[in-house]
Each structure stands twice: as C-alpha cells, then as structure tokens.
C-alpha cells in the first residue's frame, strides 16, 4: 500500500460517508490500511486527512460562522422548522 493508494482510499471512503472518515472507518472499509503504514507515510492520520484534502475538525479547531450557518441550514432544511437549541444541540455536527 502506498502514500498515493492510501490518500486515494481516504477520498473515496470520504465520497461515501460524505465527510472525512475517521481512522476506524477508514481501516474497516479498507483492510490493507494499518495505522502503521499511515504513521510511517504521513506522521499521524491528521496529517494523511490534511494530505488527502480535508481540513481538521473536532477538540482544538475553529468552526467557521459560514459552517455554522451552514449547519444550522441543513438542519433547518430537514426538519422543515427553525429548530430550538437543543434540537441544534442533538442534531448538529458541532456539539
């Protein structure tokens, strides 16, 4: 497996989860990718995340007002309603 297969698997993992996958989804979907290789190819799965096009998330990263409103609009489109705080609360990807 290498560097490029590995960025390649992570885009296409990506492309069917919608979002970034997470090291576990990633390693299910894909059994030839072990964390070994991610950490002797990028230096930590962060890093391959960074190198395959997508930016961070989670603990320790910004959200942007524009993803937030974004968010809060997908929200809004599939609940048909302006929703409460705790409905965004539970249903946002930012909690």
Do not use: H
């Not at 390649?8 to 997470?22: F, G, I, N, Y």
């Not at 230096?43 to 942007?64: D, M, P, Q, R």
């Amino acid at each position: 497996m290498s560097k490029e297969e590995i960025i390649a698997a992570t885009k296409e993992c990506a492309e069917k989860l919608r979002r970034a996958p997470s090291q576990p989804e990633l390693s299910s979907a894909y059994p030839a990718i072990k964390m070994g290789k991610i950490l002797k190819f990028f230096g930590t799965y962060t890093k391959a995340l960074e190198e395959s096009g997508f930016a961070g998330s989670g603990c320790g990263y910004e959200v942007t007002m524009e993803n937030l409103f974004v968010d809060w609009a997908g929200i809004v489109r599939r609940t048909a309603k302006i929703p409460t705080m705790t409905e965004y609360e539970r249903e946002s990807r930012y909690r």
